[in-house]
């Protein structure tokens, strides 16, 4: 529109320049203005149509395998990095449900527990298809570093699939019982997928990892300096470590309660289980968030 418009400007300036100027230097000229005109009016807009463009023609995948593309397989290093990120993803969707849940008052509506076991099959089925696809990349990585880079993110990928296989079992982790123990290990798990999903976010969000620094520690205690990111996953290692203290006290005292007629022996295996489930979890989600931070570096 805007061409035919400017025609009538133009097309006398053609005439002119054809005097001095060959034809075919004329059309080459005339079309790399064309598109130069064309960018500059299209380049401001470019967001909303990449919105309109998402709208009409949405992914029809799951967004936590976005990263997985075919020709990420040829480079070893671009199949790492690929499911490094969906990694990530899919620990960061397993552990915002549960840590939800755990803490959520409303955790028993049916509703909230349905949208829960989407999140966590949909993250399951995630991790499937980066363990499937990093079988089918084209070979090893060619420096050590790069080998280590992938070992530490299938280190990664074990721990989260380990992790949603728990949480994928038909426990309600949000029915927890009222004993002091038990509620005291529903926090230490819920915090420590807290800190777990924030830490997964913060990988699968950064391009580069040397913008994240290592732990700085003074005396046991991280210095002002350190990230958000070393916080938490200072904060998940207590948490991890203190709910594997508090599964063996918890079990031997709830059994024991059994065995004095204060519990139901029913009653005590169903609290010592679902505590030693709130464990693995916290359990496999530290090592996971560990190998994702380091494979970073």
């Not at 023609?57 to 020709?71: F, I």
């Not at 959520?104 to 696809?133: M, P, W």
């Not at 990349?137 to 280590?148: C, I, L, R, T």
Request: glycine share 6%; charged share 25%; aromatic share 2%.
């Amino acid at each position: 529109m805007i061409a035919l418009v400017l025609f009538p400007v133009t097309i006398p300036l053609l005439v002119r320049a054809s005097r001095t100027i060959d034809g075919v230097t004329l059309l080459a000229g005339y079309h790399t203005a064309y598109n130069i005109v064309g960018v500059a009016i299209l380049l401001p807009l470019i967001d909303r149509f990449t919105r309109f463009v998402e709208r009409i023609l949405p992914e029809r995948g799951s967004p936590l395998t976005r990263c997985l593309d075919p020709a990420a397989l040829v480079t070893p290093i671009a199949a790492e990095e690929a499911v490094r990120r969906t990694v990530a993803c899919s620990l960061e969707t397993i552990c915002g449900s549960i840590g939800a849940g755990l803490t959520d008052t409303n955790h028993g509506t049916s509703a909230r527990a349905r949208n829960d076991a989407t999140s966590v099959t949909e993250a399951s089925d995630a991790l499937r298809q980066a363990q499937e696809f990093i079988s089918e990349a084209s070979g090893p990585p060619e420096s050590e570093d790069e080998q280590e880079r992938l070992m530490r993110t299938l280190h990664a990928l074990d721990h989260a699939s380990r992790l949603a296989e728990v949480a994928g079992e038909k426990v309600e982790f949000g029915s927890v019982p009222s004993g002091p123990e038990d509620v005291r290990a529903a926090e230490l798990c819920a915090e420590a997928m807290q800190n777990t999903a924030l830490i997964a976010g913060e990988v699968g969000a950064l391009p580069d990892a040397s913008e994240q620094a290592a732990p700085v520690e003074e005396n046991g205690v991280l210095a002002n300096g350190a990230s958000r990111t070393d916080q938490a996953m200072v904060q998940l290692e207590h948490c991890a470590k203190t709910l594997g203290e508090l599964q063996l006290d918890h079990r031997k005292v709830t059994l024991g309660s059994a065995a004095g007629g204060a519990l139901s022996a029913d009653e005590a295996i169903a609290r010592v289980d679902t505590v030693r489930r709130l464990e693995a979890l916290a359990r496999h989600a530290w090592p996971a968030a560990l190998h994702l931070i380091d494979s970073r570096a």
